[in-house]
T-cell receptor
């Protein structure tokens, strides 16, 4: 079974600054996918970024980027130029390849962006 | 209209009552899931269905049942609600071909059992 660990329950960052959210996972799989989801106060789950484990290049989506370290089983999310709208709960999630795969989530990090 | 619709959005019910949470989707996805979110625990899988005739238990299925009435509809029932089933419940969908691109989530049902 896979496990996903987010060791930072809460974080705070000032507007325009950069913040990094940590995520580690445990798996015996070699091929898999990793995700970061954002849950704002509206509680909608929004996909932020996705990484394919077989790709060495780190995924980037505008101000959001990841640092994927496969050997260390680490998948951190960097948010640059933080904005007030980035205030949300962030969940890291793991999915192995295969037709019967399902998403496994971490416990989440609550990010507060302040003025 | 939302791609994945959950009803009700919020619900308060009494201990021992039977309650059904409903989910419908217009994505045309074959796979549907029910997750439960609790503070400090993240989202945990309750049940999932890969097609109309397929129902599978997730990691926390005790006290819950599901019905896949059609490809587009997947309901979750609490046969006899108890207070520790108070949580935020999410329905999600995915496509077998594109499932590795992540799920589409509904907006959640906040259930309170008193």
């Amino acid at each position: 079974a896979q496990t996903v660990t987010q060791s930072q329950p809460e974080m705070s960052v000032q507007e325009a600054e950069t913040v990094t959210l940590s995520c580690t996972y445990d798996t015996s799989e070699n091929n898999y996918y990793l995700f970061w989801y954002k849950q704002p106060p509206s509680r909608q789950m929004i996909l932020v970024i996705r990484q394919e484990a077989y790709k060495q290049q780190n995924a980037t989506e505008n101000r959001f980027s990841v640092n994927f370290q496969k050997a260390a089983k680490s998948f951190s999310l960097k948010i640059s130029d933080s904005q007030l709208g980035d205030t949300a709960m962030y969940f890291c999630a793991f999915m192995p390849t295969g037709t019967a795969s399902k998403l496994t989530f971490g416990t989440g990090t609550r990010l507060q962006v302040t003025l | 209209d939302a791609d994945v619709t959950q009803t009700p959005r919020n619900r308060i019910t009494k201990t021992g009552k039977r309650i059904m949470l409903e989910c419908s989707q217009t994505k045309g996805h074959d796979r549907m899931y029910w997750y439960r979110q609790d503070p400090g625990l993240g989202l945990r899988l309750i049940y999932y269905s890969f097609d109309v005739k397929d129902i599978n238990k997730g990691e926390i299925s005790d006290g819950y049942s599901v019905s896949r009435q059609a490809q587009a509809k997947f309901s979750l029932s609490l046969e006899s609600a108890i207070p520790n089933q108070t949580a935020l419940y999410f329905c999600a969908t995915s496509d077998q071909q594109q499932g590795t691109r992540g799920y589409t989530f509904g907006s959640g049902t906040r259930l309170t059992v008193v």
